[in-house]
């Protein structure tokens, strides 16, 4: 689907609140360590989508593609991290991306569905977080990485909200993200600011 297509599929994002951008470049370190642990968890997430649905040609080749993308963004944010004489920490829980999940249905039906356009949702969030990020920093080195990441993460949502739109008719997609993008508004405001990306 074309991309100003999809855009009108999805609803409209809430802007994060300048604070979190405040937060985050002040304690960059510590957003460093969670970035990291969110790209490694993107990373098995695709993975798992692999492994469920190997019957699914399209998806299971996009997932290994995107498992293989975010295990390198992995590595990056980890050279980022010792290059600033650090180690990444341990992972913590993201109760962003559980309260998200929460709302996924359970039905066979409805699961796939809900799964991508909750990835999609995510990595929509977290396109529009990094180019803050991108937009804000001083440090050239970090601008232009959070520059290629943001691309990277606009490209992966939209790949989800394609590969919906490969298995499931456009008036179910549109119906289930008009559902579900108030949610992802409601449950990111409601949670406190802190050097996360969620």
């Known amino acids: 689907m074309a991309e100003q297509d999809i855009f009108r599929l999805i609803p409209a994002l809430n802007t994060t609140h300048e604070s979190w951008i405040k937060v985050v470049l002040d304690r960059f370190d510590d957003f460093l360590k969670d970035h990291a642990s969110c790209e490694k968890k993107a990373s098995g997430m695709a993975m798992s989508m ?3 649905y190997p019957d699914r040609p399209v998806l299971l080749k996009a997932m290994v593609d995107l498992a293989v993308e975010e295990l ?3 590595r990056e944010v980890v050279r980022l991290i010792i290059a600033r004489d650090n180690q990444p920490g341990p992972d913590s829980k993201d109760l962003y991306v559980k309260e998200l999940n929460g709302l ?3 039905g066979k039906e409805h699961f ?3 799964r991508l356009l909750v990835a999609a949702l995510i990595e929509r969030r977290g396109a529009e977080r990094f ?4 937009d804000n920093v001083r440090d050239a ?3 232009k990485f959070y520059g290629s990441i943001t691309n990277s993460e606009s490209r992966h949502w939209k790949l ?3 590969l919906a739109l490969e298995y499931f008719e456009e008036s179910e997609v549109e119906e289930r993200l008009s559902a ?3 949610e992802e508004n409601r449950i990111i405001e409601s949670l406190p600011i802190k050097p996360a990306l969620h």
């Open 104 to 106: 996924v249905r359970k």
């Open 131 to 134: 180019q803050l990020i991108s």
């Open 180 to 182: 579900l993008a108030p």
């Open 160 to 162: 989800f909200i394609n």
């Open 72 to 74: 390198n963004h992995y």
């Open 50 to 52: 692999a492994s469920h």
């Open 112 to 114: 796939l569905l809900d």
């Open 141 to 143: 080195t970090i601008k």
